[in-house]
């Protein structure tokens, strides 16, 4: 009796459909989709199927998303940051 599951997931880009990817191990490439600068747009696989395709992000743009919090690790842009929003604050 076998321990291993054997799972076939069919892998597709959450933007346009297609199943014309180029596969790595945890990722996958559309072949079809490109940001603006013409890069095919990469997707993590364990996302395929558990959250809904509109709202899988491509893996540059999470990274840009995630990297504008890296910069609140700097001790002076975090106290900038939320000086700003004290200022909302006040001006509402």
């Known amino acids: 009796m076998s321990h291993f599951k ?3 997931i069919n892998y597709y880009c959450p933007r346009c459909g297609t199943t014309e990817i180029s596969e790595y191990k945890d990722t996958f490439e559309c072949t079809k989709c490109r940001d603006n600068n ?3 747009l990469e997707f993590e696989k364990k996302f395929i199927g558990k959250i809904p395709d509109d709202e899988i992000l491509a893996l540059k743009e ?3 998303f995630t990297g504008a919090f890296e910069e609140l690790r700097d001790s002076e ?3 900038k940051f939320f000086e700003s ?3 909302d604050d006040l001006e509402s």
């Open 62 to 64: 999470m990274a840009s």
């Open 85 to 87: 929003l004290q200022d």
């Open 77 to 79: 842009k975090r106290k």
């Open 6 to 8: 054997i799972m076939n």
């Open 38 to 40: 013409g890069i095919p």
